[in-house]
């Protein structure tokens, strides 16, 4: 098993540009979850989705959409992206949403 | 919403020393608990974890975790802590019947040999 990948690894965007973050995992896993990773802050929700097709909000939303297809993809999209989401980006997946989350290795963007 | 307080964000300390690190969540029902390690570079890892039964957990690496109900806290320890235990420790609590995870804002732990 692969578990939670994510690409790219690196990503420096201009302010205004839109990309999409992409998150898979093949543990069939019905929970995924997107966070973002700022220095002293800890994690913080983007959003998650408890299966193919539903999706929520997190504590941190605005400027970010999410859609789940599939149970194994979960991608992020920016819309038009800020200095202010310059940040390290983690998808999360697990069994359910009580379960241990299994995190990937990240995405670290730069918006200029 | 639940959350969850973490204290000493720096901790420094030399090798075999004690680690204790605190864990306070507000949320009064039925919680599940964890704590989760970032090493430099990496990406997050279960360190351990509490849903129900004792409420001394053990995870890897020789650290533990007590779960007080009445305190609402669930504070990680360690008796004798080595250089490669130097990371980010972050706490999560996910609560009954909510859909979210969340985490404290982490302990960044420097172990100096």
């Known amino acids: 098993n692969a578990g939670v990948t994510q690409t790219p690894k690196f990503q420096v965007l201009k302010t205004g540009q839109s990309m999409t973050l992409q998150c898979a995992q093949d543990m069939n896993h019905e929970y ?25 909000q997190g504590e941190v939303p605005n400027g970010y959409n999410v859609s789940r297809s599939t149970t194994e993809d ?7 992206a800020a200095p202010s989401q310059t940040s390290v980006y983690f998808c999360a ?20 | 919403a639940q959350s969850v307080s973490q204290h000493n964000h720096h901790v420094i300390l030399s090798e075999a020393a004690s680690l204790e690190l605190g ?5 009064g029902g039925t919680v599940n608990l964890f704590w989760y390690v970032q090493y430099p570079g990496q990406h997050l890892q279960l360190l351990l974890k509490y849903f129900s039964g004792d409420p001394l957990v053990k995870g ?7 779960f007080i109900k009445s305190k609402f806290s669930f504070n990680l320890r360690k008796p004798s802590v080595q250089w490669s235990d130097t990371a980010e420790y972050f706490c ?3 609560a009954y019947g909510n859909n979210r995870l969340a985490f404290g804002k982490g302990n960044q732990v420097v172990v100096i040999p």
């Not at chain 1, 997946?93 to 995190?103: A, D, G, L, M, T």
């Not at chain 1, 290795?105 to 730069?110: A, S």
């Not at chain 2, 864990?23 to 949320?27: A, D, K, M, V």
């Open chain 1, 32 to 56: 995924m979850s997107w966070y973002r990773q700022d220095p002293g802050m800890g994690l913080r929700l983007i959003h998650y989705s408890v299966g193919a097709g539903i999706t929520d």
């Open chain 1, 74 to 80: 979960f991608p992020l999209r920016l819309l038009s």
């Open chain 1, 93 to 112: 997946s697990s069994y359910s949403k009580e379960y241990e989350q299994f995190f990937g290795p990240g995405t670290r963007l730069t918006v200029l």
């Open chain 2, 23 to 27: 864990c306070n969540y507000s949320y």
């Open chain 2, 60 to 66: 890897i690496k020789g650290f533990e975790a007590e």
């Open chain 2, 92 to 94: 999560a609590v996910m």
